[in-house]
């Protein structure tokens, strides 16, 4: 367990990325928490030189919105950017890879080109209980449930 000490006002959550739709363009929001939520704050992209400046309201929330010309990130080339969202009491530091990803009809494009998904996808991973896997056991079994099946089958042979 850790414990982490906050101000008393922090930056509880935030959402920072590509506009959809858009390769030049970052939309999101942050979230203060606290007793004085009604604050300047920023928010930095050293390796751009990127800063912007924006306010929180009376609840906290502050709108981001911003031009950006960075690289994309993909699986062939992964690219990561440090974030630093500052409000005059709390500093938050991230790393964020930017990317845009479409979906029209049954194709999926990645930064504008098309993407092909090899595998499987099993949404309820323990299909005799149903829901997620909570352990190693529960995904393992995933695979047996062929054999459940069939040995059901024969016991009542």
Same mark, same amino acid.
């Given at each position: ?43 930095? $992209?050293? #390796? ?6 924006? !306010?929180? @309201?009376?609840?906290?929330? =502050?709108?981001?919105?911003?031009? *950006? ?52 996808? $099993?949404? #309820? ?6 829901? !997620?896997? @909570?352990?190693?056991?529960? =995904?393992?079994?995933?695979?047996? *449930? ?12």
């Amino acid at each position: 367990m850790h414990l982490i000490r906050t101000a008393n006002t922090y930056i509880d959550d935030y959402f920072v990325q590509l506009k959809k739709h858009s390769s030049t363009e970052v939309l999101g929001w942050i979230k203060l928490n606290g007793s004085t939520t009604n604050q300047d704050i920023r928010i930095q $992209i050293p #390796e751009l030189k990127l800063e912007y400046k924006t !306010k929180s @309201n009376k609840g906290g929330l =502050a709108e981001v919105r911003f031009p *950006l010309k960075a690289q994309l990130g993909s699986p062939e080339n992964p690219k990561l950017y440090k974030v630093i969202i500052q409000a005059h009491t709390d500093t938050v530091a991230d790393e964020i890879g930017f990317r845009n990803i479409e979906v029209k009809g049954t194709s999926v494009s990645l930064n504008g080109r098309p993407v092909f998904f090899r595998g499987v996808n $099993i949404h #309820e991973e323990r299909p005799i209980k149903g829901g !997620k896997a @909570n352990s190693e056991a529960d =995904a393992l079994c995933s695979g047996c *449930l062929g054999t459940l099946l069939s040995d059901t089958k024969s016991s009542q042979d």
